[in-house]
C-alpha cells in the first residue's frame, strides 16, 4: 500500500515539505540540506523503502554535520519501522 502510494506522489515532493518535515522532528536544516535530502530522496526512494540505505547515507555524510546525519538516520530508522514493519 505505502510503495504504491509513494510512487504515486514522490514527484510532488519538495524541499519546503522535506524542511517542515524535519523541523517537526527537531531536525533543523539549511535550504540546501532541504533541497539535497529532497533528491536523495527522489532519486533512491525505492532503496530507501526496501531498506537499503547505505548510498544515500553515505550522499548525506559527506554533505551534512555528523551529528544531524545521526538525527536523520535515526529518524529514518524510526519511520521504517513504524510503518513498514
Known amino acids: 500500500m505505502y510503495y504504491k502510494l509513494i510512487e504515486n506522489n514522490i514527484d510532488k515532493l519538495n524541499d519546503k515539505m522535506t524542511k517542515n518535515y524535519f523541523s517537526k522532528n527537531n531536525i533543523y536544516l539549511s535550504d540546501d540540506e532541504a533541497i539535497l535530502l529532497t533528491n536523495i530522496a527522489k532519486e ?3 532503496d530507501l523503502y526496501e ?3 547505505e548510498e544515500s547515507f553515505k550522499l548525506i ?3 551534512i554535520s555528523k551529528e544531524k ?5 535515526n529518524l529514518y530508522l524510526k ?4 510503518y513498514l514493519n
Open 69 to 73: 546525519s545521526n538525527d536523520i538516520l
Open 79 to 82: 519511520t521504517i519501522s513504524q
Open 51 to 53: 531498506k537499503r540505505y
Open 61 to 63: 555524510e559527506k554533505n
Open 44 to 46: 533512491n526512494w525505492k
